[in-house]
């Protein structure tokens, strides 16, 4: 079931990425992280899901990628506020295709609206209490940069 | 946001602080807000909800509010990892209460982990254009200091 979700999310962002931006779009890196190996970076959003699995769906950039992603998915230059929308936006769209991929499963999980979070001094966390595997995952989008995601899931 | 739902905010609230630190919180203030007035302050977490209901509450508040809370349930001797796991949990314990006195709706919303977001230079939104309303609850607790609860929901229309 561990493996189920975790290559969903790999093959559910690859994807997503390929056709929202209609570039070449490399997966570099699939590994599991321990929370405090977690990226940093500008902007960040998070989903979190509960069902038959619980956790959150993390994604991350700068804002000079999270910029060029917005303009290319709103047809134009996008404000600050606008760009960390269109994160949310492609993080949404990731899960849902998390979510067909696993539909074999009965009620793999249902999921909340995306927070999003601006500044590079910021670290989001979960609390040690609960353990959480954490699968990191960082594609090269050929249009505007690097993207990370973490999967937090148990 | 309706009015049993406001309740159950204030009661949940007051239930969580008084029950695991001994503390005595007031409500001096709830209010809808705008997105562009959320209140920034250093400590922040948020917990997402979905079901019949669907949303995020936060709670926000400073450093130094965050370390008494942490101090009152863990002892003195406290790291910040152990304070972001306190504050995660007193948000967790406020959700569980927010939901048991909603418990007249059959199975209002399920609960997603918190997430603690912590740092000096940082923002929290839900997305720009948001369907409901958020609604900030202010909160003071005698001789420590404010806090705050946000509050983000909908209505589930797929339900």
Not at chain 1, 72 to 81: D, H, N
Not at chain 2, 14 to 24: C, Y
Not at chain 2, 69 to 92: C, R
């Amino acid at each position: 079931m561990e493996k189920n979700i975790t290559a969903a999310m790999g093959k559910a962002a690859e994807n997503t990425l390929q056709q929202l931006f209609d570039c070449r779009v490399q997966k570099i890196l699939q590994k599991p992280i321990t929370a405090d190996q977690q990226h940093l970076d500008e902007f960040s959003c998070f989903i979190g899901f509960t069902g038959s699995y619980n956790g959150l769906f993390v994604l991350k950039c700068s804002k000079q990628t999270a910029l060029k992603n917005g303009a290319c998915m709103l047809g134009g230059e996008v404000s600050a506020a606008e760009a960390l929308d269109a994160a949310g936006e492609i993080l949404n769209i990731i899960t849902g295709a998390v979510k067909k991929y696993l539909h074999k499963e009965q009620n793999p999980f249902t999921i909340t609206p995306p927070a999003l979070i601006s500044g590079r001094e910021s670290t989001i966390r979960v609390p040690r209490i609960e353990t959480y595997s954490i699968i990191s995952y960082k594609f090269n989008i050929a249009l505007s940069g690097n993207v990370y995601i973490e999967l937090f899931y148990k | 946001m309706d009015e049993k739902f406001i309740n159950a905010v204030k009661r949940g609230v007051d239930d969580t602080f008084s029950q695991m630190l001994g503390w005595s919180v007031q409500n001096v203030a709830g209010k809808k807000i705008s997105l562009d007035q959320a209140i920034q302050e250093e400590y922040c977490v948020v917990i997402g909800f979905a079901g019949n209901m669907q949303g995020l509450i936060t709670l926000k508040c400073s450093k130094k509010v965050a370390v008494q809370a942490a101090s009152g349930m863990l002892g003195t001797e406290i790291s910040p990892d152990d304070v972001a796991d306190a504050i995660g949990e007193i948000l967790n314990m406020i959700t569980g209460a927010i939901k048991s006195h909603l418990a007249v709706i059959d199975d209002p919303f399920k609960v997603a982990p918190p997430t603690i977001v912590s740092g000096k230079d940082y923002k929290v939104f839900v997305k720009s254009k948001i369907d409901g309303d958020i609604t900030l609850f202010k909160f003071e607790a005698e001789k420590i200091g404010s806090f705050y609860i946000e509050v983000y929901v909908t209505q589930n229309e797929d339900k």
